[in-house]
Antibody, heavy 117, light 107 residues
Framework: QVQLQESGPGLVRPSETLSLTCSVS????????WSWIRQPAGKGLEWIGR???????NYNPFLKSRVTMSVDTSKSQFSLKLTSVTAADTAVYYC????????????WGQGILVTVS | DIQMTQSPSSLSASVGDRVTITCRSS??????LNWFQQKPGQAPKPLIY???TLQSGVPSRFSGSGSGTEFTLTISSLQPEDFATYYC?????????FGPGTKVDIK
């Protein structure tokens, strides 16, 4: 059974760096792409970007200058760093697995609320 | 970026009703259109990918259609567990983008 679990601080100070990790079980991290998506309270979904096991990335241009994603295949984990955060970055952050054939995020973590304050 | 719109933004329906949600993209996404269901406090659940293919385990009362720039999600007979918010997403072009959502609630 594929499972994803986000971890990291729930509170980040303005101007600092948000750092989250997603731990993957039940699937090879080498066979898919891995995405981050966020959702401010009461609002819609925003795609942050994705990373392949090779380290290749695609970022949303809206956040590109502040985002870095990385992957650790030995630990079956991938990570998100978002620099210079503001209150507008307060959201539930989801990690997800993406299927290369269909380009769809088919398994999602439960989400982690990150508050910038 | 490809902009996604959904209509209606919300609807009220009864158990057993047929419900249709429309999603439009600002440019063609061919068939790379996905649908998700989200309930309060939960992660989005994948329902349909490549416009028409049902994700494993999703009930057959859900169906998707369309290609290019116009797509629909249909629930043939609404069940109590279907009251939720539905999002479309294009995965044709980076950045992937979501529609604003359609909230389905009880009439």
């Amino acid at each position: 059974q594929v499972q994803l679990q986000e971890s990291g601080p729930g509170l980040v100070r303005p101007s600092e760096t948000l750092s989250l990790t997603c731990s993957v079980s039940g699937a090879s991290i080498k066979s898919y792409f891995w995405s981050w998506i966020r959702q401010p309270a009461g609002k819609g979904l925003e795609w942050i970007g994705r990373i392949y096991s090779s380290g290749s990335t695609n970022y949303n241009p809206f956040l590109k200058s502040r985002v870095t994603m990385s992957v650790d295949t030995s630990k079956s984990q991938f990570s998100l760093k978002l620099t210079s955060v503001t209150a507008a970055d307060t959201a539930v952050y989801y990690c997800a697995r993406g299927d290369n054939g269909y380009n769809m995020e088919d398994y999602w973590g439960q989400g982690i609320l990150v508050t910038v304050s | 970026d490809i902009q996604m719109t959904q209509s209606p933004s919300s609807l009220s329906a009864s158990v057993g009703d047929r419900v249709t949600i429309t999603c439009r993209s600002s440019q063609t996404v061919t068939i790379y259109l996905n649908w998700f269901q989200q309930k309060p406090g939960q992660a989005p659940k994948p329902l349909i990918y490549t416009a028409t293919t049902l994700q494993s385990g999703v009930p057959s009362r859900f169906s998707g259609s369309g290609s290019g720039t116009e797509f629909t999600l249909t629930i043939s007979s609404l069940q109590p567990e279907d009251f939720a918010t539905y999002y479309c997403q294009q995965s044709y072009s980076i950045p992937f983008t979501f529609g604003p959502g359609t909230k389905v609630d009880i009439k």
